[in-house]
């Protein structure tokens, strides 16, 4: 044939080869696939006929964008509790939390009375170097009123942050000037501690509390162990409580720092993961010989479970307090071009053992799994050990065989239930009120002066006795409806004190000093120095059981399961 001829039949060819590749195609798509990538397919583009057909005939003009943006968490929440939709405005948000700063004026702020009060100025940050206060009220933004019913949190959070570099204008009303003071702002980086206290609680004990996990918080993480070793510390009180979580990453670099070499700290699978970043402790760790003890309780989540799960099953310290949330799911990040995300799970978390963190849930029944922690409490889990019942099937082993069990959560090695002291029907509406916070930033904005020279808890707590606090306060309570009642009172007087005193101090002195107060009368913290104290902080392999000569039990096979976890409004303190 000559080349004109083959030439000639070149596109029928093509188009013959073509059409078999696609035949080829749907064999292998229908027989080695079970026909999924077609299901996919389909589906996906019902959702775009349907789309399309509302925006061509629905009998009223439809914002198609909002219509996908409420449909996108709808889908998502019928996998499981965790995957979620983050819409562009929100993004920055949520990543910023755990970034370790964003951009804004460094201020801490309250809204009393419709209106921005200051609580406290970041120190080296872009207010203070323009000379805001703590007690200054904002009254204006950019020469407009910013006050009254409709201002929220969030809108304040909108104004008050922004763009490192840009500037805001501010109005400000002193309680000392007469006149309203105008400051130009120009916004900075403001940093976000993850590490809320790092102190010597004993003379040679010391204590840090961890907020969440974030990308700074490993290195925040040395920076206190350096300062409380250089004190003296000898043991170490690593407080977790409330704890949400945040980036994995954080968590087994800090639990590195426990940990000898070799040792697992965790691992996770799913169906297109199989045991996959399984993470080993190499063997640099500053801390591995310290004595240390680890407190959880129904709000330590995620990376919390992670750090504590790795301790527990390498026997390297005692976990203290009550049972953990059980978040083990991992979300992977997937971003989208108009800047929203989602956070889609992907796999499952291991302890070394083999526990699963994440506790049961039905897919798409979220009011079932939110209601979880509601349960706990209503069934007694938060005040006796009793309460909580073990599953056989999901029993495992330490390093040094002591057991341990799966189904959702980390049990802790000592139970330390709720403390109930003080707490009666008229604590618990002022508390659950809000009022004591709302006094005591009342209290602080018209004494701060007068408190000023008090610069040391011991201080300061002598001047508040002095000053009938808790007295003023139950007149306070009274003036918005919680009428007095003196027995109740009288039983709950310690907790009263306690609370204003302690948020006074918080707002005088700071977080870290409030966190002391605080842990003086916490029977956790003192079980945690109890251990500590008596040389008890390394857990010790379980005593062989005695074996009885005429019934022994040699030869018997034990096995541990591995646990199938498929199948089973108060005043804020805001960072700006």
């Known amino acids: 044939m000559s080349k004109k001829g083959s030439s000639r039949f070149m596109p029928l060819v093509i ?35 349907l789309l399309r057909i509302v925006d061509d005939q629905y009998v009223d003009t439809v914002n198609m964008v909002d219509l996908v943006e409420k449909a996108m968490p709808q889908i998502l929440a019928e996998l499981d509790p965790h995957s979620t939709y983050i819409p562009a405005q929100n993004l920055e948000d949520v990543v910023s939390e755990l970034e370790g700063s964003f951009s804004g004026i460094g201020i801490q702020f309250t809204i009393q009375d419709d209106t921005i009060h200051v609580n406290a100025v970041v120190a080296g940050g872009p207010s203070e170097k323009i000379g805001l206060m703590a007690g200054d009220r904002i009254v204006t933004v950019d020469d407009s009123l910013f006050v009254g019913k409709e201002l929220t949190n969030e809108r304040a959070m909108k104004k008050l942050k922004g763009p490192k570099g840009t500037q805001v204008k501010l109005g400000i009303k002193r309680a000392s000037e007469k006149d ?16 809320d206290a790092a102190y010597m609680i004993e003379d ?5 509390q961890i907020s969440k996990f974030g990308r700074t918080t490993h290195v925040e993480l040395l920076n206190a162990l350096a300062q409380l070793r250089h004190k003296g510390s000898k043991g170490l009180i690593i407080d977790l409580r409330g704890n949400t979580g945040g980036y994995m990453e954080a968590a087994t670099r800090m639990v590195n720092e426990f940990l000898p070499q070799g040792k697992l700290i965790v691992y996770a699978e799913g169906r297109k993961y199989k045991r996959m970043d399984e ?64 956070r889609l799970t992907i796999a499952r978390y291991y302890t070394p053992s083999g526990r699963c963190i994440q506790r049961p849930y039905e897919s798409g029944k979220d009011k079932n799994y939110e209601m979880d922690l509601y349960n706990r409490y209503a069934h007694g889990e938060f005040f006796y050990k009793d309460s909580i019942k073990m599953d056989e099937s999901q029993r495992f082993e330490t390093s040094l065989g002591r057991p341990v069990y799966g189904g959702g959560g980390i049990m802790p090695d000592i139970f330390v239930p709720q403390d109930t002291t003080g707490i009666t029907s008229y604590a618990t509406e002022v508390l659950n009120k809000g009022l004591s916070i709302q006094f005591a930033f009342q209290y602080t904005d ?8 008090y610069d040391t808890e011991e201080a300061l707590l002598k001047y508040l006795r002095q000053q009938g606090v808790v007295d003023q306060f139950i007149r306070y309570a009274d003036s918005k409806g919680v009428k007095r009642r003196n027995i109740l009172i009288q039983k709950s007087y310690k907790l009263l004190e306690r609370t204003v005193y302690g948020n006074i101090i918080y707002n005088m002195l700071g977080r870290e000093a409030y966190i002391q107060f605080i842990n ?32 022994s039990d040699e030869g018997t096979e034990k096995t541990t399961a591995k646990a199938d976890c498929h199948t089973q409004k108060k005043t804020k303190r805001i960072n700006a």
């Not at 956790?524 to 019934?551: M, R």
């Open 279 to 342: 993470y080993y402790a190499n063997g640099t760790g500053s801390c591995q010989d310290l004595p240390v003890v680890v407190l959880i309780d129904e709000g330590s989540a995620s990376a919390s479970e992670i750090f504590s799960g790795a301790i527990q099953d390498n026997d390297r310290g005692t976990i203290i307090g009550r049972r953990s949330f059980g978040k083990g799911l991992v979300q992977q990040p997937i971003d989208f071009s108009d800047g929203s995300a989602v």
């Open 15 to 49: 188009a013959i080869s073509v059409v078999i590749g696609i035949l080829i195609g749907t064999f292998y798509t229908k027989h080695f696939t079970g026909n999924r990538l077609g299901i996919i397919n389909g589906s996906s583009n019902k959702l775009n006929a």
């Open 180 to 195: 309203l003071l105008s400051f130009d702002i120009v916004r900075g980086d403001i940093p976000q501690n993850t590490i």
């Open 520 to 551: 003086e009368f916490d029977p956790t913290v003192k079980q945690a120095l109890d251990v500590l104290k008596k040389g008890e902080a390394f857990p010790k392999a379980p005593e062989a059981p005695s074996i009885d000569e005429n019934n």
């Open 446 to 453: 018209a004494n701060r002066e007068k408190m000023k020279p």
């Open 204 to 208: 040679d004990l010391g204590y840090i």
